[in-house]
């Protein structure tokens, strides 16, 4: 799998001049931007936001009923939401007062077996949100400063740090088509990304502007280790998705894990578009960078 | 066999044999038949079932500045229904200390000692001067002690003053207020919210740290001593706190968290008999312990009903007359926490007039010190020192937990053997996947080794973070081999160094964006997010600095005995 791809990419890289090579991920870059600002000009937030950013009352359940036949059945609570997942219906309630929360928790546990309660009140909820931003935001300009000080030239940096925003862009925009909410999870996996994503970009720039050989050599060498190391991962996640989604299915006494489906799903979408952003986006400008007249071929022996 | 033998000799194998030895000691799995495999890996409650509770917890601080003349009379003419006029007033002399200060003031309302006694400004005496003019004097007092007051009274809350602060005093205020409520409270009298240097505001949402441990202490305290042994009570950031029920389902956990325990002060009547005096409820506020008088003391203060019933008992059973043979005791849950008899003054005092402030002595030395302590948290029976508002709470089945256990048991050891699968059709050479898989593997077992020995509770994203330990793990030893093997071969030792070392320049750069990619949800208050930072930082910094450089001493020597025979990868 790794080599088959690894092989089409080379041959593709070598193929196509820097221009070509950016056209790809410049376009997707570009479609998940328009797609993030669409959901900014109607919602007034690139991601919907989950409960825990909101305020509200998740409630999962083990059950043979159908999700309609909740909903009805918990109509005189505010229920918003009722949906299936694997052998459970997860149910979602506004905010309610403590009584009336009290009262529906009880209503609940006697009822059915296996019961997930989350309750999040909508203060934490709006200090939650500002606290991911904090978050995000900190963590990328942390990611940058690591990078600027391996390197200490601004192009190269640049270009590793605009590829990771990027990586984080598509994946939010990924979340946003596929519907996936901004939870506590898969905050962690944009976070995640972050740290992630930049990997095969180190590596590549460290082996083409730190490492003697010809600048075409280097990139190859460095796509095929990139490669494996980024299919590796996607495959541990892969299966973390499949088991934590789909294991329900073969074995019935398994669940449904959220949490860990929701991180698996946005760092596969992440890591697929870093695949593209570091061998198509990153290695075109890298390689129009160290073949300048100017640094007469000096990364280019 | 000589190639063996060096590798054992190796510094960096020997260490990292002796961690991985440790950390399965630490784990300590055992099996014992019929209850199954057991281990010390401390499980969160989303995969043993159980629920929490989390709480803010309101209040504001601030510095304020007022003017004390308008202050009195905001504080006395409510009161007293007239207007007063300030005749002397020496409260804006330096020094917090109340020792030689006071303001007197006159009115033309007939106004009794109790009635502003009540307001609990200082020492009062009042002289009728004539038939339209009542002179007041409160001596031993200060600005603070009426600012204190006054916003209490508005705001029909506990206001203190932060101890220790450094620069200017600062109060707390124990209840929901904002920055504009505040503001136009203080503007009544004269004043207004201090502001800093730099211009901004010294108001701040939130209560002093001390505070805060102090409602921790009260929860912890009232929990444990309901029976439920270990309810694990955590400030998260700087205004919440999350209290773990382990076991106990959300209604019940509900109910133990809101239920204040029950305090009563009842007096001796004759021999060991007792009379009832009063409950919790009329407690209104409990100070912070203090020393002075050669003896520790907790202050309290009580409401009108609970100061009236007091006096009232105190003068049916002649405790007055004979405070030693009527001690006065505290019980909190029907259990006896305190008993003391009046003091001579406060029972001559008790003979006039009802006594709101009331202090507790418990005696001279550490153990006493103690026990004013205690008597602080008992005092309040449960009840918390501020406000509290429950913002999140979860609750996870038992049986759900364990489902939630075994399917993340199984999706690490899938996503292991996933990983193999790529790695062997990458090289296809078993001595390369063994020492990466076999290097992986103990990185996880020393990840858990860790947990186990800080006693972390290992929840569901404490599992994700270990699963992206072993992703970024496995990167970092495919960076190595194909460092080693640049030319498709082994190089000479000399070159090797080399070699690793330009992998673990790559390595590093690339962890330490991960690490500090982490940190903000180290720092930063998410409860469930915090565990899967700082699994992932655990296994990145066990994986560069223990693991990693073995695989490149053990990779080296397996590739070498290969390369006698069988040179090259193929690729």
Request: net charge negative.
């Amino acid at each position: 799998m790794s080599t088959g791809l690894t092989e089409l990419l080379d041959n593709f890289v070598k193929n196509h001049d820097n221009r070509q090579l950016l056209a790809l991920p410049l376009a997707v870059f570009a479609v998940s931007l328009i797609i993030l600002l669409v959901s900014i000009i109607n919602t007034g937030s690139p991601l919907n936001l989950g409960m825990e950013f909101q305020g509200g009352t998740q409630i999962s359940v083990e059950t043979t009923d159908s999700p309609a036949v909740l909903k009805e059945m918990y109509s005189s609570y505010p229920i918003t939401d009722a949906r299936q997942a694997g052998s459970r219906v997860i149910m979602q309630f506004d905010v309610m007062d403590n009584e009336e929360q009290q009262k529906l928790e009880t209503d609940v546990t006697g009822h059915y077996s296996n019961v997930e309660i989350r309750q999040v009140g909508p203060i934490y909820g709006r200090d939650l949100q500002i606290q991911a931003m904090q978050a995000l935001f900190i963590s990328f300009i942390g990611m940058c400063i690591v990078v600027f000080l391996l390197f200490r030239t601004l192009i190269p940096s640049f270009t590793v740090m605009f590829s990771a925003f990027s990586d984080i862009v598509i994946a939010v925009a990924f979340m946003k088509v596929a519907g996936i909410e901004l939870s506590l999870g898969t905050l962690a996996a944009l976070l995640m990304l972050i740290g992630y994503s930049v990997d095969s970009d180190i590596l590549l720039t460290n082996r083409v502007i730190k490492r003697r050989g010809m600048v075409e050599e280097k990139i190859s060498r460095a796509m095929h280790t990139g490669i494996t190391m980024t299919t590796t991962t996607l495959a541990a996640l892969a299966v973390m998705y499949i088991v934590s989604t789909f294991s329900y299915l073969v074995i019935p006494s398994f669940t449904q894990i959220t949490l860990l489906s929701q991180i698996s799903i946005v760092l596969i979408a992440g890591l697929i578009a870093d695949i593209m952003n570091t061998w198509l986006l990153n290695t075109a400008v890298l390689r129009w960078y160290v073949t300048k007249p100017e640094f007469r071929g000096r990364y280019n022996r | 066999m000589n190639d063996k033998k060096n590798l054992f000799k190796n510094i960096r194998v020997i260490i990292f044999a002796l961690i991985l030895l440790g950390s399965i000691v630490a784990i300590h799995p055992s099996y014992t038949p019929g209850k199954g495999i057991t281990t010390n890996l401390n499980f969160g409650l989303d995969l043993e079932g159980g629920s929490w509770l989390q709480i803010k917890l309101e209040g504001a601080l601030a510095q304020v500045d007022v003017d004390s003349g308008k202050l009195i009379s905001g504080i006395v003419e409510p009161a007293i229904g007239a207007p007063i006029e300030i005749t002397s007033n020496n409260l804006d002399m330096g020094g917090s200390t109340s020792a030689g200060k006071s303001i007197t003031f006159t009115t033309s309302a007939p106004v009794s000692v109790s009635q502003i006694e009540s307001l609990e400004l200082g020492t009062v005496s009042v002289d009728k001067l004539s038939d339209t003019k009542t002179q007041i004097t409160i001596s031993d007092t200060s600005k603070e002690t009426m600012i204190v007051a006054y916003l209490s009274k508005a705001l029909d809350a506990e206001v203190v003053i932060v101890p220790g602060a450094e620069k200017g005093i600062v109060y707390e205020i124990r209840t929901e207020v904002s920055e504009q409520q505040l503001e136009a409270l203080l503007e009544k009298v004269g004043g207004s919210i201090h502001k800093n240097q730099d211009g901004t505001s010294t108001y701040k949402e939130g209560v002093s740290s001390g505070t805060r441990d102090l409602t921790k202490e009260i929860l912890s305290d009232k929990l444990n001593s309901l029976g439920l042994k270990d309810i694990p009570v955590r400030t998260v950031g700087e205004d919440y706190i999350l209290i773990d029920f382990a076991g106990i389902d959300l209604a019940t956990a509900k109910e133990i968290a809101e239920k204040p325990g029950k305090f009563e002060i009842r007096i001796q009547t004759t021999g060991n008999q007792t009379q009832h005096v009063l409950y919790g409820d009329s407690i209104v506020s409990v100070g912070i312990p203090s020393y002075h008088d050669g003896q520790y003391h907790t202050p309290f203060t009580l409401n009108e009903g609970g100061a009236r019933a007091l006096q009232k008992i105190a003068l049916e059973t002649g405790a007055i007359d004979n405070p030693d043979e009527h001690y006065l005791n505290m019980y909190l849950d029907e259990v006896q926490i305190y008993g003391a008899p009046l003091s001579p003054s406060a029972a001559e005092r008790l003979r006039e007039t009802p006594i709101y402030s009331w202090e507790a002595s418990t005696g001279t030395d550490e153990a006493a010190k103690a026990e004013a302590e205690a008597l602080q948290i008992h005092l309040r029976a449960g009840a918390l020192p501020v406000n509290v508002v429950l913002v999140g709470s979860g609750h996870v089945d038992a049986g759900l937990g364990s489902q939630f256990k075994t399917a993340s048991v199984v999706t690490g050891i899938l996503s292991l053997f996933a990983v193999a699968a790529v790695v062997y059709f990458r090289y296809k050479r078993p001595e390369i996947l063994v020492p990466m898989v076999g290097t992986s593997f103990s990185e996880v077992i020393m990840i858990l080794g860790v947990a186990s020995l800080i006693g972390w509770q290992l929840d569901l994203a404490s599992i994700a973070g270990i699963i992206a330990a072993i992703g970024t793990g496995i990167d970092h030893l495919v960076i190595i081999t194909d460092e080693v093997l640049y030319e498709g071969r082994l190089p000479p030792t000399k070159v090797f160094a080399s070699r690793i070392g330009k992998a673990f320049t790559i390595i590093i750069g690339a962890a330490a964006t991960t690490v500090i990619a982490m940190t903000p949800l180290v720092v930063m208050g998410f409860g469930t997010l915090k565990g899967f930072a700082i699994t992932t930082i655990i296994g990145v910094f066990i994986g560069v600095a223990i693991a990693r450089p073995v695989y490149g001493v053990v990779i080296k020597e397996l590739l070498h005995v290969d390369e006698r025979g069988n040179g090259g990868i193929t690729e």
